[in-house]
Nanobody, 126 residues
Framework: QVQLVESGGGLVQAGGSLRLSCAASGRTFSDRAMGWFRQAPGKEREFVAGISWRGVSPTYADSVKGRFTISRDNVKNTVYLQMNSLKPEDTAVYYC???????????????????WGQGTQVTVSS
């Protein structure tokens, strides 16, 4: 059974930081680009950040550039999202995902991903 399990969400004040983790089990994802998406109440799920299978060339949504950093540890089969200078508009459920195709660069399109975690809630108070 393939599983992606997110952790690290919580309640934080504006300007604060959180580090999300996504642990994969059941198979390795070292050959797949990984992504983080988020969904705020009443909104569609949106791309946040992606990282290649090698852990280089990260891609970010404009709204989080300079504040969020995605990284991965293929030995631990874990992907991270360091979130700094958080804003109330960052409040959402954050999802970890794995690309369908191996050896491909990260995509900003949700349809390019076929493995998803259950999500972790991030709430930023003003």
């Amino acid at each position: 059974q393939v599983q992606l399990v997110e952790s690290g969400g919580g309640l934080v004040q504006a300007g604060g930081s959180l580090r999300l983790s996504c642990a994969a089990s059941g198979r390795t994802f070292s050959d797949r680009a990984m992504g983080w998406f988020r969904q705020a109440p009443g909104k569609e799920r949106e791309f946040v950040a992606g990282i290649s299978w090698r852990g280089v060339s990260p891609t970010y949504a404009d709204s989080v550039k300079g504040r969020f950093t995605i990284s991965r540890d293929n030995v631990k089969n874990t992907v991270y999202l360091q979130m700094n200078s958080l804003k109330p508009e960052d409040t959402a459920v954050y999802y970890c995902s794995a690309m369908k195709s191996p050896w491909s660069p990260p995509s900003t399109r949700e349809a390019s991903y076929d493995q998803w975690g259950q999500g972790t809630q991030v709430t930023v108070s003003s």
